[in-house]
């Protein structure tokens, strides 16, 4: 970590005093404005810190929703409605919330094919890779359960259909997955008791995010960015001083980024979302097409795929797994997909994958197939 | 239980063999109750962790006996962790259906009204259950299917009672991930099988509440039932 200059000068008797008993700011300042970052890095590289700014984002604006939010079967819909129309600039922070946690994910697929593109994924960084990982599916775990709750035709129906895929359990172990599912409902169907345990978790998991992003943070600043040429900096003399490169940089991105955030939140606030979340959740009618947020479509359009009850779940899970043994399924030593011209061509054929499994949600066979065979070309 | 019987006897453990003593402890305990019994447990072999670190480290000092000491540096741990299991139970357990949502409720269902070819929905214990007044065709139907035909093979007389065979009651919940199948009111869609279709995922069901095509791998549950008289039935 001290592989650079400290040029943390307190100035004033406070700040000395502080800095000799607990040196936070000079630790802020070598890791935030000293940190030595490559020259050569894109705007692909801007991704992290729009990510950290969702992150707050989310936090800020969740913690005064959850000031006016009912947990409770009956009066959740009518709150968030409440919220939407009578508490003041309600409207405003509840659609950032909403929209903040698509662009949430939107941030952090650019930010991951980064990862894949460039190879930052290999030695040394597979531990800061696995984390990421970690972040990922704390991030998924956090959206469907705020997705909830809202209790809308939606919310119910995705709790009931996603909560159910743990039921394929039963065709390992008989009444093993179907404990399961009662666990997590605490009863024999979604209710209230649902929502309200939900809930809980909701507010908890983003700080578990919090948590898992300063070990990301930590294990990035022990081994130093990755670069677009996917050649390590020799010498710390190779790259600037993050305060003010990176930093004006990063802020640039993010300005572009909110504007486009901020088009949504106020032009296109349902944009999207799904219209059925506006009716009431009633458990005695299922919508005619149940479809999650757009973020988990590629897996989900995984899971319809195939035709097994079982192998659809397992072939789901496994497409989220599957990035965890990315730095050990690639064995080619050169880094970034600049210098592998065959490698390229499969990461834009899963790009695409990705993209049109996610649309269409209708031609996944193919999208798994290109998947693996992705993996296999990888020896 | 007072304190002080705790330190006493947590004491005497420290001093005798550790199975022995638990034992001993929960067999006196669970003749008395064996809630309480699980919770003392729990804190006694966290205290007796404790005492095997201590004289651990005590008998790493003087060095003199080597595998009693190693012994114990497993122990120790080893007790903290089925300590440490047995607490955490409490937290897991809470999850699962309180004592509201266990009592188990039936409710009877007058069938008078339903007319040939209709069905209806009511809830029971939190689930939709259907119950169809079939026509003579579906019943012919459901019964002319080959077993070999059925992924989850049953023949019609099993899902209905004998007597009775135009209704079918069965749990209005797709065996695959849970929503709610189509079909029930008369502008429905029925699917290919002219039962339900569930258009979560596209499972087919027929007249017999059997899946025949899609991803749901079991027919459509039979809640437990009774007529209580021609025209009345008792679910649960
Ligand atoms: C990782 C960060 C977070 C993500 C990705 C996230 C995601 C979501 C999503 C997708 C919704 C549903 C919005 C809708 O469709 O209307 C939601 C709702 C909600 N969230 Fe969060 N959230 C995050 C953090 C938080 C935090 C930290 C809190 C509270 C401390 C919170 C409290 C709430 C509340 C009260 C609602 C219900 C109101 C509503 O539906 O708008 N969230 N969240
Ligand atoms: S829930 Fe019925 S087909 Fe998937």
Redesign the interface.
């Given at each position: 970590m001290k592989a650079h200059n400290d040029t943390y000068l307190p100035s004033g008797s406070i700040s000395k005093w502080i800095d000799e008993r607990l040196p936070i700011m000079r630790l802020m300042h070598g890791q935030f404005v000293d940190f030595p970052t490559p020259r050569n890095l894109n705007y692909m590289w801007t991704f992290g810190g729009i990510l950290m700014f969702c992150l707050v984002t989310q936090i800020v604006t969740g913690i005064v929703l959850a000031m006016h939010y009912v947990p409770h079967a009956d009066m959740a819909f009518d709150s968030v409605q409440r919220i939407k129309r009578d508490v003041n600039y309600g409207w405003l922070i509840q659609s950032i919330h909403a929209v903040g946690a698509s662009m949430f994910f939107i941030a952090v697929y650019l930010h991951i094919f980064r990862g894949l593109y460039y190879g930052s994924y290999k030695a040394p960084r597979e531990v800061l890779w696995i984390l990421g990982v970690l972040i990922f599916l704390a991030m998924m775990a956090t959206g469907f359960l705020g997705y909830t709750l809202p209790w809308g035709q939606m919310s119910f129906?995705g709790v009931?259909?996603?909560t159910?895929?743990f039921?394929s359990l039963d065709?390992i172990v008989p009444g093993l997955g179907s404990s399961i599912v009662?666990?997590?409902?605490?009863?024999?169907?979604v209710?209230g008791?649902t929502l309200n345990?939900f809930f809980s978790l909701h507010f908890l998991l983003p700080f578990v995010i919090f948590g898992l992003v300063a070990l990301h943070v930590w294990a990035l600043h022990v081994s130093g960015q990755n670069n677009p040429t996917g050649v390590e900096m020799k010498v710390k003399s190779d790259g600037v001083p993050m305060s003010p490169f990176a930093v004006m940089k990063d802020l640039f991105a993010l300005v572009i980024f909110v504007i486009m955030f901020a088009w949504f939140v106020f032009f296109v606030p349902d944009y999207l979302g799904h219209a059925d979340n506006y009716i009431p959740a009633n458990?005695?009618?299922?919508?005619?097409?149940?479809v999650p947020e757009w973020y988990f479509l590629p897996f989900y359009a995984i899971l319809?795929a195939i035709?097994?009850?079982l192998g659809?779940v397992i072939a789901m899970f496994s497409a989220i797994i599957v990035l965890v043994f990315i730095p050990w399924l690639d064995t080619s030593r050169v880094r970034s997909t600049k210098y592998r011209p065959l490698y390229r061509w499969f990461f834009w054929l899963f790009a695409f994958t990705c993209i049109a499994l996610g649309y269409l949600g209708a031609m996944p066979a193919e999208g798994s197939y290109v998947f693996w065979a992705r993996v296999f070309t990888f020896y | 239980m007072s304190f002080r019987v705790l330190l006493m006897s947590a004491f005497a453990m420290y001093r005798t063999e550790p199975v022995v003593c638990v034992i001993i402890i929960s067999y006196i305990e669970l003749t008395n109750q064996f809630l309480r019994a699980r919770s003392m447990l729990v804190l006694y072999l966290s205290i007796y962790g404790n005492f095997y670190r201590m004289e651990a480290l005590l008998a790493s000092q003087d060095n003199e006996d080597l595998t009693r000491r190693d012994f114990m540096t497993l122990a120790g741990p080893a007790f903290f962790a089925v300590g440490g299991v047995m607490a955490l139970w409490p937290f897991i357990d809470q999850m699962n259906p309180d004592a509201g949502a266990l009592a188990l409720a039936s409710i009877e269902v007058d069938l008078a009204p339903i007319a040939k070819g209709q069905a209806i929905t009511v809830m029971w214990r939190g689930k939709p259950v259907f119950i169809r007044n079939r026509t003579l065709a579906e019943i012919e139907e459901a019964k002319n299917v080959s077993l070999e035909d059925l992924p989850d093979p049953a023949p019609d007389e099993e899902r209905t009672k004998k007597g009775h065979e135009n209704w079918l009651v069965n749990v209005g919940i797709c065996t695959h991930l849970g929503c709610i199948p189509k079909g029930q009111s008369l502008s429905d869609t029925k699917g290919d099988y002219n039962g339900w279709f569930c258009p979560c995922h596209g499972s087919h069901y027929d007249t017999s509440g059997r899946i025949r095509k899609g991803p749901a791998p079991r027919n459509m549950d039979v809640p437990p039932y009774q007529f209580i008289s021609d025209t009345k039935i008792k679910i649960g």
């Open positions: 129906w009931t259909v996603i159910n895929l039921s065709e009662t666990w997590l409902w605490g009863g024999y169907s209710t008791t345990r458990p005695l009618v299922t919508p005619a097409h149940i319809r035709p097994s009850k659809g | -």
